[in-house]
């Protein structure tokens, strides 16, 4: 079964400062998509950044970066020069491609950043 | 350009009534899937559709949770018969997946709260 884990349930990071938030995946399908999801205390959810299995360089995105390290089956995102905006959860999720091509996106319980002044 | 729309936006209800959300999602897109948060939680997969046809639903939907996409645009999820354990945030969210490719993110509605006395 798919599963997506993510271990920090809360990190604090300066403002200014890098941070990393991890995510690891368990996939026995060798084509799938890994994403990251910023919640605010709002409510939305946020899509950040897409890593596909196949890609073989970390994708970015403006001040984010997907550390992708597949033989680990780990896909960290790290946020670089925080700003005060991005205290938010931050959710992990996977998409599987199972051979029946049906497409399910999974989520982690994800991590709550809060950015200090 | 209009995103995923979802309403009603709150609902509080009884125990034992029945609540039904409705999910617009965008115009072009082929896919939408139905999770449910709680707290803390990371979204939970309750069902997916491809243009009209519901291709999948999670096994810890019981038989009170119905969704319908009639005609390939909008959704509606139905819960008869509500308990409390069923109050959480509905989310709904729309993605385009083509043929060939791997992409695809979700994008959400601000979801439905689902308050259940």
């Known amino acids: 079964a798919q599963k997506i884990t993510q271990t920090q349930p809360g990190m604090f990071v300066q403002e200014k400062e890098a941070v990393t938030l991890d995510c690891t995946y368990d996939?026995?399908?060798?084509?799938?998509?890994l994403f990251w999801y910023k919640q605010p205390s709002s409510g939305e959810m946020i899509f950040l950044i897409y890593?596909?299995?196949?890609?073989?360089q970390n994708a970015t995105e403006g001040r984010y970066s997907l550390n992708f390290q597949k033989a680990r089956k780990s896909a960290n995102l790290v946020i670089s020069a925080s700003q005060l905006g991005d205290s938010a959860m931050y959710f992990c999720?996977?998409?599987?491609?199972?051979?029946?091509?049906?497409?399910?996106?999974?989520f982690g319980t994800g991590t709550r950043l809060k950015v200090l002044a | 350009d209009t995103g995923v729309s979802q309403n009603p936006r709150h609902k509080i209800t009884k125990r034992g009534q029945n609540v039904t959300f409705r999910c617009d999602p965008i115009?072009?897109?082929?896919?939408l899937y139905w999770y449910r948060q709680t707290l803390g939680q990371g979204p939970e997969f309750l069902t997916y559709?491809?243009?009209?046809?519901?291709?999948?639903k999670s096994r810890l939907l019981s038989d009170r949770f119905s969704a319908e996409r009639p005609k390939g645009s909008f959704s509606t999820l139905e819960i008869q018969r509500t308990e409390q354990g069923d109050s959480a945030m509905y989310l709904c969210?729309?993605?385009?997946?083509?043929?060939?490719?791997?992409?695809?993110?979700?994008?959400f509605g601000e979801g439905s709260r689902l308050t259940v006395l």
């Open positions: 890593q596909g299995s196949y890609d073989e």
């Open positions: 559709f491809q243009n009209e046809a519901q291709l999948e």
């Open positions: 996939t026995s399908d060798q084509s799938y998509g």
């Open positions: 969210a729309s993605s385009l997946v083509l043929a060939g490719t791997n992409t695809g993110e979700l994008f």
């Open positions: 115009s072009e897109h082929n896919r």
């Open positions: 999720a996977m998409r599987d491609l199972p051979t029946s091509g049906t497409y399910k996106y999974i």
